[in-house]
């Protein structure tokens, strides 16, 4: 049989072509349709020939460094261009197959042991190029991960001062920003605690990749917010913007739970959704019915000293669906429920405030409500927790005051 190293040399050029194919044909693979064939290929070639050392009988051990330089180089790369984790492992598996495909002849041409013996070596140098790309993967994740840290703890404290200053004008403004610039901290402060020293592929979990990707996830929301707040300010209209589309119900309340997770978990609360009977797909503006949720959430856990906070979603009669937050906290006095939604106005006694509130979450979420064509009740009394209902149209109508954009009328 022809030498597997000299062969995948002789069609370095043909497993390339074969393989950006593949990977651009691969729906698990979703992060490539964006990017040319240059940014597909990567380090691809010099990791093919790396590997053709390495299949030779005899490789040198600087052989082997420029494999681990490549493959680190590799996961560096993929994490630069919003690959996950699975995508990565995804292209390795598509990459030995092709490599596989293309060598048949040579790999058929010698016996069944030699035959054996090559695909082994080739599986165990893609294996280890898996470990290695998705080490610098992490690394690169978590460099990312410390430098939003800094970035929105300058953030916080320049809208702490800023609302200092100008309460009235930027308190909505830094509430909005408040929710999902803490869940991030808490994020980081729970992954940045961990020795770095020991962030290997075998050490770090599939968990702590997620919350890594959640992280991101959130600073990206964060950023949208910030600009599409600056830009209404820009203009001259006090209308806003509603932006119509299809919203998978289950998956954005799910969304909104992952985010506050780590939340509810430093005070040891259960949160949970049950979306069995919700309306699988909505029509009205993602974006606002997330701050309502979101909003209704953080509420209730800040509230909520020990229990849980369960989010109901349900079907109603006339065209209409219910988003109940219910929480085992406080509650809220019969003669406060008139004023709950007023701003700047907090429930219970002097003492009870909660240090990072500033009596803005539900004045927010009334208007949100109102301008998503709904309307929200409350049932609460004083150590029985508080339950909040929001009953929206399943299908939103453009017949408010408000400015309606599809999402088809921006040519999306």
Same mark, same amino acid.
């Given at each position: 049989?022809?030498?597997?190293g000299q062969a995948?040399l002789? $069609?370095v ?20 349709q &964006? !990017?040319?064939y ?5 380090g691809?070639?010099?990791?093919l020939q ?5 299949l ?10 420029a @494999? %681990?330089?490549?493959a680190l180089?590799h996961?560096?790369v993929?994490a630069?261009?919003?690959?996950d984790?699975? &995508?990565i492992?995804r ?9 596989l ?6 790999l058929?041409s010698?016996t069944?042991k ?6 082994? %070596?080739?599986?165990h140098?893609l ?6 790309? !998705?080490?610098?993967? #992490?690394?690169?994740? @978590?460099?990312?991960l410390?430098?939003?840290?800094g970035?929105l703890l300058?953030?916080?404290q ?7 200053s100008? %309460? ?5 403004l830094a509430h909005?920003l ?19 020293k020991?962030l290997?592929p075998?050490a770090?979990?599939?968990?702590e #990749?997620?919350?890594?990707e ?10 949208? !917010? ?5 830009e209404a ?10 932006t119509m589309e ?5 998956d954005?309340?799910q ?6 997770a780590?939340?509810a978990?430093l %005070?040891?609360l259960?949160l949970?959704?049950?979306?069995d ?13 997330q701050?309502v ?7 209730a856990?800040?509230?909520t000293d ?8 349900? &079907?109603?009669?006339?065209?209409q669906?219910? #988003?109940?937050v ?6 809220i ?5 008139a ?6 106005f907090?429930?219970?006694? &002097?003492?009870?405030y ?5 009596g803005l979450?539900l004045?927010?979420?009334? $208007?949100?409500?109102?301008?998503l ?8 009394a004083?150590?029985?927790g508080?339950?909040f209902?929001v @009953?929206?149209?399943?299908?939103m109508?453009g017949?408010t005051g408000? $400015?309606?954009?599809? #999402? ?5």
């Amino acid at each position: 049989m022809k030498d597997p190293g000299q062969a995948l040399l002789d $069609k370095v050029d043909i497993i390339i072509d074969a393989w950006i194919k593949e990977v651009r044909r691969d729906i698990d693979i979703d992060s490539t349709q &964006e !990017l040319t064939y240059i940014e597909i290929r990567d380090g691809l070639p010099g990791m093919l020939q790396a590997m053709a050392t390495l299949l030779t009988p005899s490789p040198l051990d600087d052989q082997d460094q420029a @494999f %681990k330089d490549t493959a680190l180089e590799h996961g560096t790369v993929r994490a630069q261009q919003g690959f996950d984790t699975a &995508e990565i492992v995804r292209e390795y598996r598509v990459l030995r197959n092709v490599i596989l495909m293309v060598l048949e002849p040579e790999l058929s041409s010698g016996t069944v042991k030699q035959a054996l013996t090559a695909v082994r %070596k080739i599986d165990h140098i893609l294996d280890s190029a898996v470990l290695i790309s !998705l080490d610098s993967y #992490i690394k690169h994740r @978590f460099d990312t991960l410390e430098q939003m840290q800094g970035q929105l703890l300058l953030t916080n404290q320049e809208l702490t001062r800023l609302v200092q200053s100008q %309460k009235d004008n930027l308190s909505h403004l830094a509430h909005e920003l408040k929710n999902p610039l803490n869940a991030m901290l808490g994020f980081s402060s729970i992954l940045l605690r961990k020795q770095r020293k020991q962030l290997t592929p075998e050490a770090g979990s599939s968990m702590e #990749i997620k919350q890594i990707e959640r992280v991101i996830s959130n600073g990206r929301q964060l950023l949208r !917010l910030i600009n599409n707040t600056l830009e209404a300010s820009r203009q001259e209209s006090q209308q806003i913007v509603l932006t119509m589309e299809l919203v998978p119900v289950p998956d954005l309340v799910q969304a909104v739970i992952e985010t506050l997770a780590p939340t509810a978990q430093l %005070k040891a609360l259960t949160l949970a959704a049950n979306c069995d009977r919700a309306p699988q797909q909505i029509t009205t503006d993602a974006l606002r019915l997330q701050q309502v949720l979101t909003n209704l959430i953080s509420n209730a856990i800040r509230y909520t000293d020990s229990g849980s906070v369960d989010v109901t979603c349900y &079907e109603v009669e006339g065209g209409q669906w219910a #988003i109940a937050v219910r929480d085992t906290g406080r509650g809220i006095s019969p003669e406060q429920h008139a004023q709950i939604f007023e701003p700047y106005f907090r429930a219970g006694g &002097e003492g009870s405030y909660a240090p990072e509130s500033s009596g803005l979450g539900l004045t927010i979420v009334n $208007k949100l409500v109102r301008l998503l064509q709904g309307r929200i009740e409350l049932v609460s009394a004083v150590g029985e927790g508080s339950t909040f209902t929001v @009953f929206l149209p399943v299908e939103m109508e453009g017949d408010t005051g408000d $400015k309606i954009q599809k #999402i088809g009328d921006r040519g999306q």
